[in-house]
């Protein structure tokens, strides 16, 4: 496609349920991003992913939240048990090269 | 460890107003900044960013930001801003290599009154 495409660009769930999040990059792009933004909080970084390489996943906040990326294509970022404070708007982004990413337009996601 | 620092969260200004804003990172290698905005319902955009060479780099909407080394700074400037310049700006900083992250700073906010 043209453009980053997330979904669902909103979502509504209850404390303690599991949500997953689609990214479909640019199309050719190696590089895929995962980030959070939060009220006042800027944007925080989430994990990476590289083409083949191990992901960098120090960005995580906590063990209930996990991604993947299959055949280096589409990424789906999982929260397990979500609480109140993973109400954010969650940001995928792919690059070529030099660094220069492109965003999605975000999921927002409401914890209730 | 890499960092970028906004210090401004909140600026105000009204229109035909210069604007600076600061951007200061922390990383000891050589860095690719970036400045991304985030106009009122929209996605963040690339705005500009600096790679190599001429340290005064220009991108779209007439912004222009400098790269001081001496003072680890990529502050973003517009010498008259318009009312559709309220938006938030993020300073970005990545590796001089192809594969690593980006890291954003806490973000401006712009408002730019009539």
């Known amino acids: 496609g043209a453009g980053v495409s997330q979904s669902p660009s909103n979502k509504v769930t209850e404390k303690g349920k599991d949500v997953e999040l689609r990214c479909d990059p640019i199309s050719g792009h190696t590089a895929l991003y995962w980030y959070r933004q939060s009220l006042g909080q800027g944007l925080e970084f989430l994990i990476y992913?590289?083409?083949?390489?191990?992901?960098?996943k120090s960005g995580l906040p906590s063990d209930r939240f996990s991604a993947e990326r299959t055949g280096g294509s589409v990424s789906t970022l999982t929260i397990q048990r979500t609480q109140q404070e993973d109400s954010a708007v969650y940001l995928c982004?792919?690059?070529?090269?030099?660094?220069?990413?492109?965003f999605g337009e975000g999921s927002w996601l409401t914890v209730v | 460890a890499q960092s970028v620092s906004q210090h401004n969260h909140h600026v105000i200004l009204s229109e035909a107003a210069s604007l600076e804003l600061g951007c200061n990172y922390s990383?000891?290698?050589?860095?690719?900044l970036f400045w991304y905005v985030q106009y009122p319902g929209q996605h963040l955009q690339l705005l500009l960013k600096?790679?190599?060479?001429?340290?005064l780099v220009k991108g779209i909407k007439g912004f222009e930001a400098e790269f001081i080394k001496s003072k680890f700074s990529f502050n973003l400037r517009k010498p008259s801003v318009q009312w559709s310049d309220t938006a938030e700006y993020f300073c970005?900083?990545?590796?001089?290599?192809?594969?690593?992250?980006?890291?954003f700073g806490q973000g401006t906010t712009l408002q730019v009154k009539p």
């Open positions: 970005a900083l990545g590796g001089s290599s192809n594969t690593g992250k980006l890291i």
């Open positions: 600096y790679f190599s060479g001429d340290p």
């Open positions: 990383y000891g290698g050589t860095v690719n």
């Open positions: 992913f590289q083409g083949n390489s191990a992901p960098d």
């Open positions: 982004a792919s690059g070529s090269s030099g660094n220069t990413i492109y």
